[in-house]
């Protein structure tokens, strides 16, 4: 798949098969996720592959409400996306930014769309995953002090194709120079 084609077909996708995924598969996703450009080569991305039907259970049934439970239930792995306080927005350990907690969210979103962009190109289905409880998530993994959890992605093989949605004309989005 050539990857501007894999931009513009990527949905999110609610509904998996169940067929799980390979640990070799996992790291392959990881490996590409890892490429997303950061804050100074910062790196400030982890995360956490729960693979194990009790670990999603749980992050379903004590972090997750409404539709969400159901998207980390059926799905083949369940990505805990973290962020490492303290590197994006700082050089030489000193604040470099004004938002400098921005920039960590900034670096993991584009970690978390490299690995569905991934997930695409090798048939796999995402759904990404804001509305949950970040702090029961983190006491679930076992999350260091010094990171946060940012977001969740599920992932498995899509049961559905979901249909694109409208998207606003580049007219609407773009300007030149001004506004």
């Not at 946060?148 to 609407?172: D, F, M, N, S």
Request: charged share 20%.
């Amino acid at each position: 798949m050539e990857l501007l084609e894999g931009i513009l077909t990527r949905r999110t996708v609610r509904k998996f098969t169940g067929e799980k995924l390979s640990h070799e598969q996992i790291e392959k996703l990881i490996y590409h996720a890892s490429h997303a450009p950061s804050w100074a080569n910062s790196q400030c991305v982890r995360f956490v592959a729960l693979t194990e039907d009790a670990a999603r259970e749980a992050m379903a049934r004590q972090a997750c409400t409404g539709n969400n439970v159901n998207n980390v239930l059926g799905a083949a792995v369940v990505f805990v996306l973290c962020g490492v306080k303290g590197k994006s927005g700082y050089l030489g350990g000193k604040v470099a930014s004004p938002d400098p907690a921005g920039w960590m969210m900034f670096d993991c979103g584009g970690a978390a769309e490299a690995l569905c962009l991934a997930a695409h190109g090798m048939g796999l289905g995402t759904v990404q995953i804001g509305h949950f409880d970040q702090q029961k998530a983190g006491e679930l993994i076992g999350l260091p002090e010094d990171m946060q959890v940012v977001e969740l992605i599920a992932c498995g093989y899509p049961a559905q194709t979901p249909e694109k949605p409208k998207r606003l004309e580049v007219g609407e989005l773009l300007r030149y120079n001004h506004f």
